[in-house]
C-alpha cells in the first residue's frame, strides 16, 4: 500500500509539472524542410473548455511554436505564416501572441500551402501576417514565438514517436520582401516533449504497482 502511495504521489507530481509547463524536444536545424532553423512547439496546458453550438465539448489547451531563426539560411527575407495540428480536428483557435503583436496576425482553420493559409486540412490552424509590410517576423538571426489557445474536438496526439500518425505537425512559410515564398515550405512531425513522455511512464508505473499490490 506504501509503494502504491508512492507511486501516486510521483504521478500525481508529474502531472502537476506537466499541467504548468510541458517542454518539447526540439527539431532542426538539420531536418528535412528546416533550413537552419530550430522549431520548438510546447503544449502549455489546458486553459479552459467550452460547448460548441451543437452541445459537444471542446477542450481548450495553450500551445507555443518558437522559431529560432538565427542560423536560417534558406534565403527569405521574413516569416509571414505558421500553422500547427496537435489534434485530428479542431474547432478553432485564437492567437494569445505573436511577433509584432497578437492584433497582427488572424487565424485561418486549416493549413499551409505554397501560396499561403489554404483553408484545408483537418485539425490544422493557420496564423497569417495581415500587413502588407513585412516588418515582424524577420529572419534571420531573430528567435519568434506564436502562442495558440486551440479548441480541439478531438484527442490531443500522444506524441507518440513510434507512430508518426500520432505526432503534432508543424507548417512555415519563408518569404522575400514581396511576400513571394522562398525555399521550402517547413512541414515537419514534432517529437515526443520530455514532460509528456514523463507522465507516461509515471502512470505506467504507478498501474503496475497497483496490479501487484
Known amino acids: ?45 489546458m486553459v479552459g473548455d467550452i460547448y460548441g453550438l451543437d452541445g459537444n465539448p471542446f477542450d481548450t489547451y495553450q500551445f507555443r511554436l518558437t522559431i529560432d531563426a538565427t542560423n536560417y539560411n534558406g534565403g527569405g527575407a521574413a516569416i509571414d505564416e505558421v500553422a500547427v495540428k496537435v489534434a485530428s480536428s479542431a474547432n478553432k483557435a485564437t492567437i494569445v501572441s505573436a511577433p509584432g503583436g497578437a492584433s497582427l496576425w488572424q487565424v485561418v482553420p486549416g493549413g499551409l500551402n505554397a501560396d499561403g493559409c489554404s483553408g484545408s486540412g483537418s485539425g490544422f490552424e493557420c496564423a497569417e501576417w495581415t500587413l502588407t509590410t513585412l516588418s515582424a517576423a524577420v529572419v534571420p538571426g531573430t528567435i519568434w514565438s506564436w502562442t495558440f489557445n486551440i479548441d480541439v474536438s478531438s484527442p490531443l496526439f500522444s506524441f507518440d514517436s513510434a507512430n508518426p500518425d500520432l505526432l503534432p505537425s508543424i507548417k512555415v512559410r519563408y518569404v522575400d520582401d514581396a511576400g513571394n515564398k522562398v525555399g521550402a515550405l517547413v512541414s515537419e512531425k514534432v517529437p515526443e516533449p520530455t514532460t509528456l513522455g514523463l507522465m507516461a511512464v509515471g502512470l505506467g508505473l504507478a498501474a503496475a504497482r497497483r496490479r501487484r499490490a
Open 1 to 45: 500500500m506504501l509503494k502504491f502511495a508512492r507511486a501516486a504521489f510521483l504521478v500525481f507530481a508529474v502531472l502537476v509539472a506537466g499541467a504548468t509547463h510541458a517542454r518539447a524536444e526540439s527539431i532542426g536545424p538539420n531536418c528535412g524542410t528546416c533550413q537552419g532553423s530550430i522549431y520548438t512547439l510546447e503544449n502549455l496546458g
